[in-house]
């Protein structure tokens, strides 16, 4: 019997035959033209079934314990909230940078009965869960600050093993639909995060972080129970050392141009969206004039009102991509939407326009986010590792959420306010869709 995915290590094989086909290798170009809609192949079926809900795991870490992390900030210092939050945003950062392609080396070199990508997935859940306890009990920016490092630390590790799921074992034809899925995992618990913390605000902070990290740590042991991977121990062996930690930093932009672009522009758009979600709730307080006590309230609900264009957006991206065998136009129009919608509160700052420009940011970065992880999936530099440049490439997609309340704290202050910061979102959105422009290699 033909060995699956999980027992060779290498993406399935068409099992019927398309019209048309999308080139498996990372390089090749796209085909246009019909495809027949291809039914999942049993052995990935319980895979893609886990998708949504595990890719949604970091992201309802990270949106709940920065909504947490404001609130706490505020009740700590609430004359200096602003610095102390770019401070708490700042110094984590370091740590997402530094996890991602650690675990993305480690996880390469793994060797174990459960395979390479399961153990680090459950010990970087487990990190940045007791973490979240942790910051629920901070008495002082200090401790908060602390333990918001280790909450990132810890759920980054998890994303790079996570995130080589994707090239190791899903074939290209499934990509859109694996990227969709995820994507739709990953905005929805962007905009549960805060809605789940605002019903623990302001006297319950520490009940909410222990239901939130209880519940994600379950979800992800029932995941690494659940989605058997092959043993891989007969694998050969590659040595770890402190040069190759240093070099997973880096990818060379003139060897692996297609990567540079891809990279950048993640980078931007992600950085466009998390400049302003982490501070809603300041942005209504001081800029649209709301009472501190509705903000509380309101700002959760701003991002349910993105909802509907979320879901919509990427539920149709990902697999009108994988039809019309295109990923870079439904990117590029994706930034776009985001830019237009940041204009809004500039045009109309007020509570329904921060609504109107919600929406349209969320059908822009749904749009984005359902084709860009098949788009990058695709100028991966090396197929020998995976899980390393995919914890390169992450760093564009978690960083952005752990530096943006501190790049945004900067401009705030500088600029005394937060019309500066829509500007700065208008044009980090354009430049970052105009960003996938020169990739070549994909259509």
């Known amino acids: 019997m033909a060995m699956t995915p999980e ?19 990372p390089g090749e170009a796209m085909q246009m033209g019909k495809q027949t809609k291809e039914k999942l192949p049993r052995e990935l079926r319980p895979l893609f079934r886990f998708v949504p809900f595990v890719a949604a795991v970091p992201f309802l870490a990270f ?37 991602m392609p650690l675990t993305g080396v480690l996880t390469d070199r793994t060797r174990s009965r459960f395979g390479a990508r399961r153990p680090w997935i459950l010990i970087g859940a487990v990190i940045g869960s007791l973490a979240m306890l942790v910051a629920g009990l901070a008495p002082s ?46 905005l929805i618990a962007g ?32 995941f690494v129970v659940a989605a058997k991977d092959r043993d891989n121990r007969d694998d050969e062996p590659q040595r770890f050392n402190a040069l190759a930690f240093l070099k997973a930093f880096w990818v060379n932009p003139i060897k692996h141009p297609d990567f540079f672009w891809g990279f950048t522009g993640r980078f931007l758009l992600f950085g466009g969206f998390s400049l302003l979600n982490t501070y809603s709730l300041y942005i209504l307080q001081d800029y649209i ?12 609900l701003l991002g349910l009102a993105t909802l509907p264009t979320i ?40 509570v329904l326009g921060m609504i109107i420009s919600g929406a349209l940011v969320g059908l822009g970065f749904g749009t984005f986010i359902a084709v860009d992880q098949a788009l990058m999936s695709s100028v ?30 900067v401009v705030v202050i500088v600029f005394g306010g937060y019309l500066a910061l829509y500007v700065a979102v208008v044009l980090i959105a354009l430049i970052g869709a105009l960003a996938v422009i020169p990739i070549k290699s994909v259509r």
């Open 7 to 25: 027992e060779s290590g290498t993406p399935a094989e068409p099992l019927i035959p398309m019209t048309s086909t999308i080139p498996a290798g």
């Open 63 to 99: 949106s709940a314990t920065n909504y947490f992390a404001a609130v706490q900030a505020q009740q700590i210092d609430d004359a200096g909230k602003v610095g102390a939050l770019a401070v708490i945003s700042g110094v984590s950062a370091f740590a997402a940078m530094l996890a």
């Open 141 to 186: 920016i200090a401790w908060l600050t602390v333990a918001v490092v280790f909450v990132q630390f810890g759920f980054n590790a998890f994303g790079a093993p996570f995130s080589a799921i994707l090239p190791d074992r899903v074939p290209t034809r499934f990509r859109g639909r694996y990227s969709t899925l995820a994507g739709l995992g990953t």
């Open 191 to 222: 905009v549960l995060g805060g809605i789940i913390g605002s019903f623990f605000v302001p006297d319950n902070i520490f009940l909410g972080y222990s239901a939130i990290a209880g519940a994600l740590l379950l979800l992800v042991i029932w």
């Open 289 to 300: 004039g709301v009472p501190i006590e509705d903000s509380l309230r309101l700002a959760p």
């Open 311 to 350: 879901v919509l957006s990427t539920a149709i991206s990902g697999p009108l991509s994988d039809r019309i065998g295109r990923r870079k136009p439904l990117v590029l129009a994706g930034g776009i939407i985001v830019a237009l919608g940041a204009l809004v509160p500039i045009i109309s700052p007020t």
């Open 380 to 409: 991966l530099p090396d197929a020998k590792r995976f899980g390393t440049d995919l914890g390169v490439l992450n760093i564009a997609s978690t960083l952005p959420s752990v530096i943006g309340p501190a790049v945004a704290g």
